[in-house]
């Protein structure tokens, strides 16, 4: 039992059930648009759980598949470093409470707005990533297919300096400012939970390459 408990992965268990409610959405449009993030439904039936629901949805196997990689990729690592200060229920809230606080912003945006929807795992997986770079700014990070990893501070500069940039722009049906607001949550909540970090974080990057 002891050694069941030391190998459960709360990360692993939001990947499972994010693929197989994707997977559900993708066969039943009635479920798709009931777990959609549709700010009238929020605001004029008090749906409040779309805030929540529409983080476990997505837009296609391409869009899913690439932020459960991302998911898999660093979750391990962050679930670790909560578990030891704040348990599993912790990080499972960290989790979930990133899905609705990078959303947020998007909803007051739209609030009355019946055209706009939204949906995916953007936001918490980029609150995921980014509290993973600061802990260790230098690991690399690959992109897709290309064999050379970018070092993780240089492609948090990177991806913020593009989703303001596509945000402004608009036009791509991507919701860029959950990305951005995700990742500042992120970073925030890691160094409120952890002071440390920031001059960790600073250190490290100072330090270089070998410093992780």
């Known amino acids: 039992m002891t050694a069941l408990i030391n190998n459960f992965s709360i990360t692993y268990v939001l990947i499972g059930v994010t693929v197989l409610v994707s997977w559900m959405a993708f066969n039943n449009r009635q479920l798709l648009d009931r ?18 629901t529409h983080g476990f949805i997505h837009a296609d196997w391409m869009h899913l598949l690439f932020n459960m990689i991302t998911l898999y990729s660093f979750g391990q690592a962050m679930e670790t470093f909560y578990v030891e200060r704040i348990g599993l229920l912790g990080y499972l809230g960290f989790y979930l409470s990133a899905i609705v606080v990078a959303i947020l912003p998007t909803f007051l945006k739209h609030r009355h707005d019946p055209q706009y929807r939204s949906l995916g795992a953007s936001g918490a997986v980029s609150a995921v990533l980014f509290s993973f770079i600061l802990l260790a700014p230098w690991s690399p990070v690959y992109i897709f297919l290309i064999p050379i990893g970018i070092p993780a501070f240089l492609f948090a500069a990177i991806y913020v300096g593009y989703s303001i940039w596509m945000d402004k722009r608009g036009g791509d049906n991507v919701n860029h400012s959950a990305h951005l607001w995700g990742a500042a949550y992120g970073m925030l909540f890691t160094v409120l939970l952890e002071p440390r970090v920031a001059t960790t974080f600073v250190g490290r990057l100072l330090s270089g390459p070998a410093s992780g």
């Open 35 to 52: 777990l959609i993030l549709w700010p009238p439904a929020i605001d004029r039936k008090k749906q409040y759980d779309r805030l929540l």
